[in-house]
């Protein structure tokens, strides 16, 4: 599977995220002197997992999603594993998946929000980071 290597910047003082990829950088599609390459440069930055939800939307690290597994819904967060070097999911006390493999096996899986914008989601559902 061709990996597509997308990213998003969390701008907390505009509260969104800005979208872009590699080559967006390096063929310089934010403006130099406006503030995009600044604001991106600072922010926190996030990967897309090459997975798309039920609707269709892009899954990045960081993500709150639910997941429908043998009948059972899950509400997770998306994290990298820097031991491992690998996506994963965590409802704050395990996490789940190897590369999301498990994605597959899942009945649905929905982003449901993030931890940027959902706080009160991550509270709710117990999750820590």
């Known amino acids: 599977m061709n990996r597509e290597h997308k990213y998003r910047a969390w701008i907390e003082e505009d509260k969104q995220f800005i979208y872009f990829t590699l080559n967006d950088i390096l063929e310089r599609h934010f403006s130099y002197y406006g503030?995009?390459?600044?604001k991106?440069?600072?922010?926190?930055?996030t990967q897309y997992i090459?997975?798309?939800d039920k609707n269709g939307k892009e899954i990045y690290v960081g993500d709150i999603v639910e997941i429908v597994y043998?009948?059972?819904?899950?509400?997770?967060?998306i994290v990298f594993d820097l031991e491992e070097l690998d996506f994963k999911a965590t409802n704050g006390k395990e996490e789940y998946g190897k590369n999301f493999q498990y994605l597959s096996c899942c009945d649905e899986v929905e982003v449901i929000g993030n931890k940027y914008e959902d706080i009160k989601l991550l509270k709710q559902n117990y999750?820590?980071?």
């Not at 503030?35 to 600044?38: E, L, P, T």
């Not at 991106?40 to 930055?45: P, Q, S």
């Open 35 to 38: 503030s995009c390459d600044i």
């Open 40 to 45: 991106i440069l600072e922010a926190e930055k």
């Open 50 to 52: 090459n997975h798309k």
């Open 70 to 77: 043998d009948g059972v819904l899950e509400t997770l967060m």
């Open 127 to 129: 999750i820590t980071y």
